[in-house]
């Protein structure tokens, strides 16, 4: 996808704070974050978001997950406890259609979320 933004992050085509980095997917600081850490993860695979995720993906998302647990140690939120969040579709929020899960943490959160 050539506009996509999380792609052209993925491709490092514009600038984003990464926090990892594989083959398979990119984990970058938020830029507008909604706690002390606020990371986001992508697959490097374009994929709208998790409506759009096949059976084959299925491995690809589990790993989305586990970063996004493996990320919430190394910022040092992992004990105090965190959010992991996928907004799908516009009622939910979703404002860039690349799948994403946010890791949302370093303060107490409320539920049901707004
Ligand atoms: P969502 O609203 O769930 O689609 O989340 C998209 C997130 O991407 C929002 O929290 C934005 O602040 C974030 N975002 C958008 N553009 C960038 C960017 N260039 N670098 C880092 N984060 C971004
Ligand atoms: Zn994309």
């Known amino acids: 996808m050539d506009d996509c933004v999380f792609c052209r992050i993925g491709r490092g085509e514009i600038p984003a704070d990464i926090v990892y980095k594989d083959d398979e997917v990119v984990a970058f600081r938020d830029i507008n974050p909604q706690g002390p850490v606020h990371v986001v993860i992508i697959p490097v695979e ?46 939910a929020g979703q404002s860039v259609d690349h799948l994403h899960v946010h890791v949302i943490g370093g303060r107490a959160m409320h539920w049901p979320p707004g």
């Open 46 to 91: 374009h994929i709208p978001g998790i409506k759009e995720a096949e059976e084959r993906h299925q491995g690809l998302v589990g790993k989305l997950m586990l970063v996004a647990a493996r990320i919430a140690q190394d910022e040092g939120i992992a004990d105090g406890g965190y959010r992991l969040v996928v907004n799908q579709g516009r009622e």
